[in-house]
T-cell receptor, first 115, second 112 residues
Framework: GAVVSQHPSWVICKSGTSVKIECRSL??????MFWYRQFPKQSLMLMAT?????????EQGVEKDKFLINHASLTLSTLTVTSAHPEDSSFYIC???????????FGDGTRLSIL | AQSVAQPEDQVNVAEGNPLTVKCTYS??????LFWYVQYPNRGLQFLLK??????LVKGSYGFEAEFNKSQTSFHLKKPSALVSDSALYFC??????????FGAGTRLAVHP
């Protein structure tokens, strides 16, 4: 089945550091990738949608300059949390889909802890 | 606007018993409905989807879901629960063009 690889799975870093999270579709071309944030015991909150070769579309309340998204190829999207602070600590999950009729396939998530 | 509701925060079932996790939806137009499962510290795994066709959809790990248009429901079911089914389950509806709208999630606890 379709596989999405997300890396790293766990990051612990100091406040002020920038952190890059990669999301790769391993066996299909992902025309659209999504980035979610999940707080403990809560549902997923969509942060942004990115289409290959285009600028990402951010949801209301998500800072574009804080969460930089790049979708440079059909198999790779990256999320960079710039100048991370403790309030950015969360579980970040990416997903990818090849077409509107196909389900989204999710990565295993990245747990980000900012000290 | 599209939305889904999962009315139960948690469902408790004894192993071997049938389980149902409820989901109702609100859409304009034809619904594209999905069920996902999340294990601790993991991403979501796709279980099944309904787009068109038979109202009873079969998915992974023995799960199935029944689409009921008159009740606007898409309940997830399994005839015999396993302890390993214990996880967080999300119902979702696809918004235009590809965005998923998730329910709040239902925690399923299967007891030995």
């Amino acid at each position: 089945g379709a596989v999405v690889s997300q890396h790293p799975s766990w990051v612990i870093c100091k406040s002020g550091t920038s952190v890059k999270i990669e999301c790769r579709s391993l066996d299909f071309q992902a025309t659209t990738m999504f980035w979610y944030r999940q707080f403990p015991k809560q549902s997923l909150m969509l942060m942004a949608t990115s289409n290959e070769g285009s600028k990402a579309t951010y949801e209301q309340g998500v800072e574009k300059d804080k969460f930089l998204i790049n979708h440079a190829s059909l198999t790779l999207s990256t999320l960079t949390v710039t100048s991370a602070h403790p309030e950015d600590s969360s579980f970040y999950i990416c997903s990818a889909t090849g077409s509107a009729n196909q389900p989204q396939h999710f990565g295993d998530g990245t747990r980000l802890s900012i000290l | 606007a599209q939305s889904v509701a999962q009315p139960e925060d948690q469902v408790n079932v004894a192993e071997g018993n049938p389980l149902t996790v409820k989901c109702t939806y609100s859409v304009s137009g034809n619904p594209y409905l999905f069920w996902y499962v999340q294990y601790p510290n993991r991403g979501l795994q796709f279980l099944l989807k309904y787009i068109t066709g038979d109202n009873l959809v079969k998915g992974s790990y023995g799960f199935e879901a029944e689409f009921n248009k008159s009740q606007t429901s898409f309940h997830l079911k399994k005839p015999s629960a396993l302890v390993s089914d214990s996880a967080l389950y999300f119902c979702a509806v696809r918004d235009i063009p590809t965005e998923l709208i998730f329910g709040a999630g239902t925690r399923l606890a299967v007891h030995p």
